[in-house]
């Protein structure tokens, strides 16, 4: 999928435009074209024809025009800004979260703004954010303004679990193009030997990133390891990172639940960009 676009979730907010940004970085470094994605949904004015209700319509041809005029003027604007990428601008009509998830299923990367028009202030990340990092096809990455650009690591969660080992592959490849190291992170729960477990965990870790110490032999990696909460440690590795990864669920997620409480809590509190990333 390293040649399918790039989809911005985009509707004109500085969290949109942020997360703009970031895709056109993104795209600087992997070729890939950008869309932006303007999902609009609007109450349905309808009236009953036979025994059912008849199709929404936009409320006027203006809306649709003003809306049109954004998302290419803003795609035209980033095309102009960065000559060789192809960037493009769609309108959408439907519900935000199902849209992106249909859409994602063909594109390489879906980038969100934390909260764009339709979010609450007393929420960090938008409702958007969350459910269409549940369901997408494709890594989700969830950019909020006022996150730190950092120029530090690409830092990764890994627990051993599927999801976290399609995340480390996600992880080495931004940071081997970005030309920046790769932190590794392994939170655990000492067993009854206590600290007699670290080698063991440590060599887990190291067995899961030997193909990928192979596929980029020049890129910088360093592992953690820590006997704490997962969560609080990439919250707290985010400070100095670029971007954090992690699997859609790890070890401790539920079967019945598609995202994990530690990509939850990482969307909602996390100091820089994170991708959440599950096998397609």
């Not at 509190?269 to 991708?275: F, G, I, L, T």
């Amino acid at each position: 999928m390293r040649d399918a676009e790039i989809l911005v979730g985009y509707d004109g907010s500085t969290d949109a435009s942020v997360a703009l940004d970031w895709a056109v970085a993104e795209a600087r470094h992997s070729g890939q074209p950008v869309r932006l994605a303007y999902i609009f949904e609007w109450l349905t004015v309808a009236s009953w024809v036979g025994p059912g209700i008849a199709p929404g319509v936009w409320p006027d041809d203006t809306a649709r025009r003003q809306v049109d005029d954004l998302v290419r003027t803003a795609a035209a604007d980033a095309a102009a800004a960065n000559p060789g990428l192809k960037i493009t601008g769609e309108v959408y009509d439907g519900p935000p979260a199902l849209v992106l998830q249909e859409r994602s299923a063909e594109a390489g990367m879906l980038v969100l703004g934390s909260r764009g028009h339709g979010g609450f202030g007393g929420l960090l990340a938008g409702s958007t954010a969350v459910s269409v990092a549940a369901h997408a096809h494709c890594p989700v990455v969830v950019v909020r303004d006022g996150a730190g650009t950092s120029s530090g690591p690409v830092a990764v969660g890994v627990d051993g679990s599927e999801p976290s080992l399609v995340a480390l592959g996600f992880a080495a490849e931004r940071a081997a193009q970005r030309q920046v190291p790769l932190r590794v992170l392994h939170a655990w729960t000492p067993g009854p030997g206590g600290a007699a477990g670290v080698p063991d965990e440590r060599a887990a870790v190291e067995q899961a990133l030997e193909p990928w110490r192979r596929t980029f032999p020049g890129l910088a990696v360093t592992v953690d390891l820590a006997s704490t909460n997962p969560a609080a440690m990439l919250i707290e590795a985010s400070r100095d990172a670029r971007l954090v990864v992690v699997g859609s669920r790890g070890r401790g997620g539920l079967a019945g639940m598609l995202l994990g409480s530690v990509s939850q809590q990482l969307i909602q509190h996390a100091a820089c960009p994170v991708a959440v990333v599950r096998e397609r």
